[in-house]
C-alpha cells in the first residue's frame, strides 16, 4: 500500500526557519518525482516545489522562489522541504504528492502536516 | 503567469449531471488534472490528461478539453460526490491549479 507520511510542522515565528519531511513507502521511491502543494486555510490547493526522481530536475512557485528548498534522499525513501524567511502567509497544510508516471498527475497524496507562522 | 478560471459553485440535482468547467488560454494544447477534495481530507486524483480516470474512480467522472475550456462532469450526481473540484495544468515550469470549485448536490 502506498503511503506518504508527513511531519515537522508546527507554530513558528515570522523570519524563522522549518523543515518538513515526507516518509514515503510501499513503492520504489527512487523512481517517482514528487510535489508539495500547499492550502491556507480556507483556500485553495497552492503548488510549492517539484523534484524528479533523481533530483535532476526542481521547480519552485514564485511565491517561494529562494526561500525554500526541496530536497530528496532515495536511500531514505525520504522527501523534504526546507523553509526558511517563513512569512504569514506561508500558513498552510502542506502536502506531499507522488507524481505518477507519464503524465498521469499526483496520484498519491499525505495528509498534510501544518505550518502556522506567528508571533 | 499562466491562469486557470473555475466558477466559485456548481449545484447539481441528485442522479443529474453536474458539468465543471475550467478555462484558460489555449488549454486544450495541455494536459489537464481534477482532483477532489472533501473537507478535512487531501486531494484526490479523479481525472489525468483531459479524460482517463485512475482506478478506483467510477465511471461516471468524465473529462473533455478542448480550445479554451476543459470541462469535468460528473454523471448521476451522488451525496457522497459534494465536494471541491480543482482543475491543474503545468505551465511552463510551474503547476497551477484553478481556485476550485464547489459542487452542492441537491
Known amino acids: 500500500e502506498v503511503q506518504l507520511v508527513e511531519s515537522g510542522g508546527g507554530l513558528v515565528q515570522p523570519g524563522g526557519s522549518l523543515r518538513l519531511s515526507c516518509a514515503a513507502s510501499?513503492?520504489?521511491?527512487?523512481?517517482?518525482?514528487m510535489n508539495w502543494v500547499r492550502q491556507a486555510p480556507g483556500k485553495g490547493l497552492e503548488w510549492v516545489s517539484y523534484i524528479r526522481s533523481d533530483s535532476s530536475t526542481i521547480y519552485y512557485a514564485d511565491s517561494v522562489k529562494g526561500r525554500f528548498t526541496i530536497s530528496r534522499d532515495n536511500a531514505k525513501n525520504s522527501l523534504y522541504l526546507q523553509m526558511n524567511s517563513l512569512r504569514a502567509e506561508d500558513t498552510a497544510v502542506y502536502y506531499c504528492?507522488?507524481?505518477?508516471?507519464?503524465?498521469?498527475?499526483?496520484?498519491?497524496w499525505g495528509q498534510g502536516t501544518l505550518v502556522t507562522v506567528s508571533s | 503567469s499562466y491562469e486557470l478560471t473555475q466558477p466559485l459553485s456548481v449545484s447539481v440535482v441528485l442522479g443529474q449531471t453536474a458539468r465543471i468547467t475550467c478555462g484558460g488560454n489555449n488549454v486544450g494544447s495541455k494536459n489537464v488534472y481534477w482532483y477532489q477534495q472533501k473537507p478535512g481530507q487531501a486531494p484526490v486524483l479523479v481525472i489525468y490528461?483531459?479524460?482517463k480516470r485512475p482506478s478506483g474512480i467510477p465511471e461516471r467522472f468524465s473529462g473533455s478539453n478542448s480550445g479554451d475550456t476543459a470541462t469535468l462532469a460528473i454523471s448521476r450526481a451522488q451525496a457522497g460526490d459534494e465536494a471541491d473540484y480543482y482543475c491543474q495544468v503545468w505551465g511552463s515550469s510551474s503547476y497551477v491549479f484553478g481556485a476550485g470549485t464547489r459542487v452542492t448536490v441537491l
Open positions: 510501499g513503492f520504489t521511491f527512487g523512481t517517482y518525482s
Open positions: 504528492a507522488r507524481e505518477g508516471y507519464d503524465s498521469s498527475g499526483s496520484d498519491y
Open positions: 490528461r483531459d479524460s
